[in-house]
């Protein structure tokens, strides 16, 4: 079980922190010889850092719901993911079982984050050409090791959003994207496991704690201007594990 917490943990902080859950969870895998049911596995607990991103930003959901051009530049975001989602998800799955190439892009996350001060902050509202980008942004993201939050957080800040409306943005807009893959990866697996569903439960129950104040955390990291810091981690982890441990 003890297994388990740990690749929920796992899940709920590197779900919202700009390190890759993904990448996070292939390499964890990785060292904890976890191979069966790997996929269900993944689907599972990202269900719940899909019900902590739905209670911490419930208040900023229902009010896009009520704004017509929120509701359209969520669409225009959703749709372009959508698009490289459904073509490049057949080509992308192998990815998803080598450790050595997920470390390489942690790499590659890592240099994108360190370029965050770079940026000059207009304090400008997102528009349709960031839900463009953030369209992109999600859809390069499926590649483990590549964070989704981190790689949508600093397009939106190079476009000179404001830091608290990029945090905003970035995951409000990423909520129905995420359900559609979950709901596309769950048509094409069987929810049968040979986890008890205590453990299950366990994994879940973490999944979700961690993902809650990894949520929390990330507002205030961004709003302290301390968001690049995330990139050294990746660069180091991403050293220590091609040239330490040679995956």
Not at 92 to 103: R, V
């Amino acid at each position: 079980m003890h297994k388990i917490i740990i690749l929920g943990a796992l899940q709920g902080l590197t779900e919202f922190f700009p390190v890759s859950s993904s990448g996070h969870l292939v390499i964890a895998q990785h060292f904890l010889d976890i191979t069966k049911d790997v996929v269900f596995l993944d689907l599972f607990l990202h269900m719940g850092t899909v019900l902590a991103l739905l209670t911490f930003f419930r208040k900023d959901i229902l009010l896009a719901l009520k704004n017509p051009k929120m509701i359209g530049l969520i669409a225009i975001a959703t749709l372009i993911t959508g698009l490289i989602g459904i073509t490049f998800k057949k080509n992308l799955e192998s990815l998803f079982n080598s450790a050595h190439y997920t470390a390489i892009q942690l790499l590659i996350n890592g240099v994108i984050l360190l370029a965050v001060p770079l940026f000059k902050d207009r304090n400008r509202e997102p528009g349709t050409s960031d839900s463009v980008v953030i369209g992109i942004a999600q859809g390069i993201s499926i590649i483990p090791g590549i964070s989704r939050s981190g790689l949508t957080i600093s397009s939106l800040l190079a476009m000179g959003i404001k830091k608290e409306e990029a945090f905003r943005f970035s995951f409000i807009a990423s909520i129905p994207a995420i359900i559609g893959a979950f709901l596309l990866e769950a048509k094409d697996i069987a929810f049968s496991s040979s986890y008890n569903p205590i453990t299950l439960s366990a994994g879940l129950a973490a999944s979700y704690l961690f993902g809650m104040l990894a949520l929390f955390s990330l507002g205030k990291i961004i709003h302290n201007k301390k968001f690049h810091l995330f990139g050294y981690y990746c660069v180091l982890l991403a050293i220590i594990l091609l040239f330490f441990f040679k995956i």
